[in-house]
């Protein structure tokens, strides 16, 4: 009896002891789609440097860039069913999962960034996020990937009628896809990582993201023309397994992990903004055309997509997010 009773509690000692081994260092896997040398990479790089400073180590990341483990929407099932535990992606992919985000995939809706991002950071934006909880998913914070750009190979786009008959790569959303369609392009929605590919054998003739994505990765080099149209705002979202977020992770790490999330959100955002501001001189010097388009035509182009979409997104919320930025 008692030599049950000793091995029972070295059984124990023994399992304690594997915790503590365990939970002396947590890696926390992250996938997105994009370069390294992008505002996504940079910005998770960044909370890991915090990450690991302020939990002693206990915390770190291992970031998977490029759509190595597949793309947004595979990234967004992985963490819901927690084979992976964090991502940072777009917001557009997600209306396959709520339509809660699908706000920001009107044209033009953002206009005033700063404003925006308090409204991001206000209950707003957390009731948003919290929108995602039921599907295990655990926003933590929503980042930038920033105005989208259209690039096209065929004509220098200047105004919305030249868009017709282009073969347009966009996000798998609805409504950036209705937005396209109606002005007479042929939307392709394809996933990033096979959109490089896509654009040098002439599957598509344009595609559309941030200056420090076309940068980035190298579309200069099978893209002729980008017209500065800033056409959608795109947030970037910042998701965790939510079972992983409360069992794996202690009340402390928690608290300290929101801390380091905002200061590296904040670090991105910055980054982000700064590359907008730059880079079209970059894409100049490696021979890109840059058109800058009359903005006007282009709101009053793909105004009809509001009402299109108002029932579904819901008015008070567009409302409200047009306000803030009053
Ligand atoms: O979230 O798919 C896209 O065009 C996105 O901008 C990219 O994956 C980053």
Not at 175 to 196: C, D, R
Not at 313 to 322: C, N, P, Q, R, T
Request: hydrophobic share 40%; with cysteine.
């Amino acid at each position: 009896m008692l030599k049950k009773v000793g091995m029972l509690m070295l059984g124990i000692a023994l399992c304690v002891s594997m915790v503590q081994i365990a939970s002396a260092k947590t890696v926390i896997r992250v996938a997105h789609t994009i370069a390294p040398d992008s505002h996504y990479n940079q910005g998770l790089l960044y909370l890991d440097k915090l990450l690991k400073e302020r939990t002693n180590g206990e915390i770190e990341l291992e970031i998977y860039h490029s759509a190595q483990l597949g793309s947004e929407r595979d990234a967004v099932e992985g963490v819901a069913m927690g084979t992976l535990e964090m991502t940072l992606i777009s917001s557009a992919p997600l209306a396959n999962f709520t339509n809660k985000f699908m706000l920001f995939d009107l044209p033009f809706i953002v206009r005033d960034r700063e404003k925006t991002y308090a409204w991001l950071d206000g209950p707003e934006g957390q009731s948003i996020l919290d929108s995602l909880l039921e599907q295990n998913l655990m926003g933590l914070g929503i980042w930038e990937n920033g105005y989208r750009n259209l690039t096209n190979s065929k004509v220098a786009v200047k105004n919305p009628e030249d868009v017709k008959g282009l073969k347009i790569r966009l996000m798998e959303n609805p409504i950036h896809v209705a937005t396209f369609k109606s002005l007479g392009a042929y939307p392709v929605p394809m996933p990033f990582g096979e959109l490089f590919t896509a654009l040098q054998q002439g599957v598509v003739d344009g595609q559309e993201n941030p200056m420090v994505i076309i940068y980035t990765s190298k579309f200069y080099e099978v893209q002729k023309y980008v017209s500065l149209t800033g056409h959608f705002y795109a947030p970037a979202v910042l998701l965790i397994n939510k079972a992983f977020w409360e069992n794996t992770l202690t009340e402390e790490q928690r608290k300290i992990f929101k801390e380091c999330e905002q200061e590296a959100k904040t670090w991105e955002r910055q980054f982000s903004m700064k590359g907008e501001q730059e880079l079209a001189a970059k894409l100049k010097e490696a021979g890109m055309e840059v058109i800058e388009p009359d903005k006007d035509k282009w709101i009053e182009a793909t105004k009809p997509i509001y009402q299109q979409f108002e029932d579904q997104i819901g008015k008070e919320i567009i409302e409200s997010l047009v306000n803030a930025q009053n």
